[in-house]
């Protein structure tokens, strides 16, 4: 079984650009979060996306968003990017997002912002 | 409201020793309780889960944990630690009510030496 992917694995953007990064679940996964991973902050939740729906949202900027496709396949973008938005973009499958099922990584995305 | 704490951010340990890694949590209603492993440049795979069975959890790599409701505590143990268990080590909490969406620890990274 295919795992999680993520596309592209690094990427080099400059401030005021938008960035699209695009995650691909593990097959019958119909849930997928983000996270943006730094040194300072740790993992923080972005969104998750259930059946093409937006379920939960965590504390980021309007500039923050994403979707989600028939497929289960989802994206996420960053609109006006900021130095601050350097950091490691991390996507997460998991069957039904509820309960105690595991969630599953991508090897996430690098985003550098010059 | 939930939250994680995780004491230490590097811990250092010789080959065939102990390993010790610390979690406290905080939660308003029992939790799940989970503890993922990162090594570089890769996502985050899960070692192990508590979900309200037994408290004493076996995962995988010869890692397991205790569930110790009096202390709110899920300390991450191995009795030899391998060179290979160099790498980043996050606690997570997540609500069997709600949203399911887990909060991470800030990670601790543990060093093995020869």
């Known amino acids: 079984k295919a795992g999680v992917t993520q596309t592209p694995r690094y990427l080099i953007k400059t401030r005021g650009q938008q960035v699209t990064l695009s995650c691909s679940p593990i097959?019958?996964?119909?849930?997928v979060s983000w996270y943006q991973q730094t040194p300072g902050q740790g993992l923080q939740f972005l969104f998750e996306?259930?059946?093409?729906?937006?379920?939960n949202k965590g504390n980021f900027p309007g500039r923050f968003s994403g979707r989600q496709f028939s497929n289960s396949r989802s994206e996420m973008n960053v609109s006006t990017l900021e130095l601050g938005d350097s950091a490691l973009y991390l996507c997460?499958?998991?069957?039904?997002?509820?309960?105690?099922?595991?969630?599953?990584f991508g090897p996430g995305t690098r985003l550098t912002v010059t | 409201a939930q939250s994680v704490t995780q004491l230490g951010s590097h811990v250092s340990v010789s080959e065939g020793a102990l390993v010790l890694l610390r979690c406290n949590y905080s939660?308003?209603?029992?939790?799940?309780l989970f503890w993922y492993v990162q090594y570089p440049n890769q996502g985050l795979q899960l070692l192990l889960k508590?979900?309200?069975?037994?408290?004493l959890v076996k995962g995988i790599n010869g890692f397991e944990a205790e569930f110790k409701k009096s202390e709110t505590s899920f300390h991450l143990t191995k009795p030899s630690a391998h060179m290979s268990d160099a790498a980043e080590y996050f606690c997570?909490?997540?609500?069997?009510?709600?949203?399911?969406?887990?909060?991470f620890g800030r990670g601790t990274s543990l060093i093995v030496h020869p």
């Open positions: 997460a499958s998991s069957l039904s997002g509820q309960g105690a099922g595991e969630q599953y």
């Open positions: 097959s019958g996964h119909r849930s």
């Open positions: 996306y259930f059946s093409e729906t937006q379920r």
């Open positions: 939660s308003s209603v029992p939790p799940y």
């Open positions: 508590y979900t309200s069975a037994a408290t």
């Open positions: 997570a909490v997540s609500s069997p009510r709600g949203s399911y969406i887990p909060t």
